[in-house]
């Protein structure tokens, strides 16, 4: 944290997104993150000046001071795999930036050279592995991140409570300039409908995300759930892309969660180049749980986070 206030990630997000429409009105989409943070770091005793793509195995990116004096580099990972995610890479690295950073003067490097280690390093999602104050932290940067390059107005806006398909997937990805995760990602923290987004690999969930609705009536996803051999990423496993244009009805028993099965609107997308698939799955709003066969307890939830910039 850079002085005395602490600044949330919501709020220091929103509080930039309003100068940028002020500057540059509502066709200010897709932000340039890079030009940003030069831009709201130069007046800082320690600004952002140089924001560059590099080799670095094992790491989404990385908000590292200069080791001789008093300024701030950003290094993404520029593997050709991950091109979706660089422009939320650099604002969740911007993030660090305006949240958590130390601030430094030229004390800090009074010997010829900083001492201490301030360094974020900010690795592809490991929950299991993360201390609780590096996941809040991991989180509040993907918080800012999302709502940097993402505002909520004008994403409500762009789906105005349509049904999720490959076309709205395409202009709201293409609008802000982010991954098909994060943009799902986005859709899912906010919507109200019943709704996850499942990412899986070799017919197991590496993590997922259920949207406030769904988590409510009991459907939450577990890392290293089975993905049904009948789901639709399963039977599209040689497909390239989305396996349909808009959601496919399947009935009860294709997909089971701890209150039972239902039926759901299934869409789905399978990356061979990045070994993985997405699905989305919505469910009817006007259910009553209470007419759903109830298969085991709901005591516990396993409600993954993913780095929103995947």
Request: overall charge negative.
């Amino acid at each position: 944290m850079t002085n005395g206030k602490r600044k949330t990630p919501q709020s220091e997000a929103n509080r930039l997104s309003t100068m940028l429409r002020h500057v540059l009105g509502e066709d200010r989409f897709p932000v340039d993150v890079e030009t940003l943070a030069h831009e709201v770091s130069r007046n800082n005793a320690d600004p952002i000046r140089k924001v560059v793509g590099g080799d670095l195995p094992g790491f989404e990116g990385m908000l590292r001071p200069h080791r001789k004096r008093p300024e701030w580099h950003i290094v993404y990972n520029d593997d050709p795999r991950y091109r979706g995610r660089v422009r939320f890479t650099i604002a969740h690295e911007f993030g660090h930036y305006q949240l958590h950073r130390p601030a430094l003067t030229e004390h800090d490097y009074a010997s010829g050279q900083l001492q201490r280690n301030c360094d974020f390093h900010c690795k592809p999602l490991r929950s299991n592995a993360w201390q609780e104050e590096e996941r809040k932290r991991e989180e509040e940067a993907d918080i800012f991140a999302s709502f940097l390059l993402m505002p909520l107005d004008d994403y409500r806006a762009q789906v105005d409570g349509q049904e999720i398909t490959v076309d709205l997937l395409n202009h709201v990805t293409d609008r802000y300039g982010v991954s098909l995760i994060a943009a799902c990602r986005k859709w899912i923290d906010f919507t109200e409908k019943r709704a996850v987004m499942i990412i899986a690999r070799d017919g197991y969930a590496k993590w997922g995300r259920a949207s406030k609705a769904a988590f409510n009536s009991g459907i939450f996803v577990q890392s290293g759930m089975s993905i049904p051999d009948d789901a639709l990423a399963a039977i599209g496993a040689d497909e390239k892309g989305f396996v349909s244009d808009t959601p496919v009805a399947r009935p009860a028993g294709v997909w089971t969660f701890s209150r039972g099965s239902e039926p759901v609107r299934e869409l789905a997308m399978v990356s061979e180049f990045l070994d993985m698939s997405l699905t989305i799955l919505q469910f009817d709003d006007t259910v009553d749980v209470r007419e759903i066969e109830e298969q085991a307890p709901w005591d516990s939830y396993d409600q993954f986070r993913s780095g929103l910039g995947s």
